[in-house]
Every structure is written in structure tokens, then in C-alpha cells.
């Protein structure tokens, strides 16, 4: 079975400063993963995934995730973060790609003026 | 186009009462899941519906719930004699599936329900 753990609930940041948001996975097999956005009043929208190919992926407003294989992990970054990236963010897994998905618990990112 | 829509947006119920919840896929998708999600937690996995046929509900909860997708589009979720450990926001998602021999599995979500069980 596959789990998702995010290590932190609430990440608290300046506005212009990076961020990283971490995510780490377990599984036997090998998996499809996601981080997904919630911004407020509205519903989840994926943000960047990787499938295979390169560890590095990277999202249309400045994100990227780094798959790192020996580590289970996916962790999330953004090199300046802006108040519009306010947000709960969601790492998630899944075995085969049109299968459930599974969620981590979320990491709110709260942008700090 | 139209997105993933669901109604009601808000229900608030009785414990005890019954409630059903509708999801409006996006069309042409042929891949329907439904995710509940509590408060403070992440989405977790219902069942899963590719066009009328049920192909998991290992998440559900119990036999107080039940999905259906008769046409293979609309999908209502019905919820039992509603428990308070029942509130939760009731997600639903749908991805274009296997289609003419090609996959595409983004879900997409909709807004989901918000159910309050008193």
C-alpha cells in the first residue's frame, strides 16, 4: 500500500523569500506523483507531476519538485514566493495512472507581508 | 468549458436523516472518483466509477454509503442514516480515462460538498 507524509501542517514564510514544502512517500511499487493546490474557496487543481523521465519537474507559475528515488521523496520549492501562492498544498500518490489517488494531509502556506 | 460541477455546494443534516449528493463530470469523461475530505486532512479515496460500472469502493466507509452511475455520467453519492463522524466535504473528480485508445488521467476536481451532520 502506498501513504504520503507531509512533515510539516503550516509553513509560515516571507513573501520574496524561498520556500520548501516536503513530501515523503512509501510504496512497494513504483509510483505516479503529484502535488496538488487548494486555493482558498476553491477546489484542488494539480500543480505539477512527475510520471517518469526527468526527476525535475516544474509548474507554469515557478514551482518545481525533485523526485528523488533512494530518499521516497518529492519535496516542493519556490525560489520567491508571492501572496498569491497562499495556499493548502497536497502531495499525492497513485500505483497506475487512472487510479485513486492518495493524499497527503496538506501543508498551508501562509505568505507573510 | 464547463468544469466538474457539484450541488449542493452546502448540507446541512439531521443524524439520522438521509442525503444525497450529486456530481456533474466533466463531459465525455470517462473516469469518475468520489474522495472525502475531513477537516484539517487530505482527500481520501471513496470509489471509483469508469463509465456506469463500479470498479472499486474498497474506500467506502460503510454500507450507509452508496454510489451510482447508471448513464455512466451524473453520479450521486447517497449517505445513510447520516452520522456526525459523516461531516466532511464530499469530493468529486472525473479524467477523460481510457478513450479511442489513449489515456488521460488528470483529475480534475470539483468544488465539492460540504456536509454538516448535527
Known amino acids: 500500500a502506498q501513504s504520503v507524509t507531509q512533515l510539516d501542517s503550516q509553513v509560515p514564510v516571507f513573501e520574496e523569500a524561498p520556500v520548501e514544502l516536503r513530501c515523503n512517500y512509501s510504496s512497494s511499487v513504483s509510483v505516479y506523483l503529484f502535488w496538488y493546490v487548494q486555493y482558498p474557496n476553491q477546489g484542488l487543481q494539480l500543480l505539477l507531476k512527475y510520471l517518469s523521465g526527468s526527476t525535475l519537474v516544474e509548474s507554469i507559475n515557478g514551482f518545481e519538485a525533485e523526485f528523488n528515488k533512494s530518499q521516497t521523496s518529492f519535496h516542493l520549492r519556490k525560489p520567491s514566493v508571492h501572496i498569491s501562492d497562499t495556499a493548502e498544498y497536497f502531495c499525492?500518490?497513485?500505483?497506475?495512472?487512472?487510479?485513486?489517488?492518495?493524499f497527503g494531509k496538506g501543508t498551508r502556506l501562509h505568505i507573510l507581508p | 468549458g464547463a468544469g466538474v460541477s457539484q450541488s449542493p455546494r452546502y448540507k446541512v443534516a439531521k443524524r439520522g436523516q438521509d442525503v444525497a449528493l450529486r456530481c456533474d463530470p466533466i463531459s465525455g469523461h470517462v473516469s469518475l472518483f468520489w474522495y472525502q475530505q475531513a477537516l484539517g486532512q487530505g482527500p481520501e479515496f471513496l470509489t471509483y466509477?469508469?463509465?456506469?460500472?463500479?470498479?472499486?469502493k474498497s474506500g467506502l466507509p460503510s454500507d450507509r454509503f452508496f454510489a451510482e452511475r447508471p448513464e455512466g455520467s451524473v453520479s450521486t453519492l447517497k449517505i445513510q442514516r447520516t452520522q456526525q463522524e459523516d461531516s466532511a466535504v464530499y469530493l468529486c473528480?472525473?479524467?477523460?480515462?481510457?478513450?479511442?485508445?489513449?489515456?488521460?488521467?488528470?483529475?480534475?476536481f470539483g468544488p465539492g460538498t460540504r456536509l454538516t451532520v448535527t
Open positions: 499525492a500518490v497513485t500505483p497506475n495512472r487512472d487510479d485513486k489517488i492518495i
Open positions: 466509477f469508469q463509465n456506469e460500472a463500479q470498479l472499486d
Open positions: 473528480a472525473s479524467s477523460l480515462g481510457y478513450k479511442s485508445g489513449y489515456l488521460s488521467y488528470e483529475q480534475y
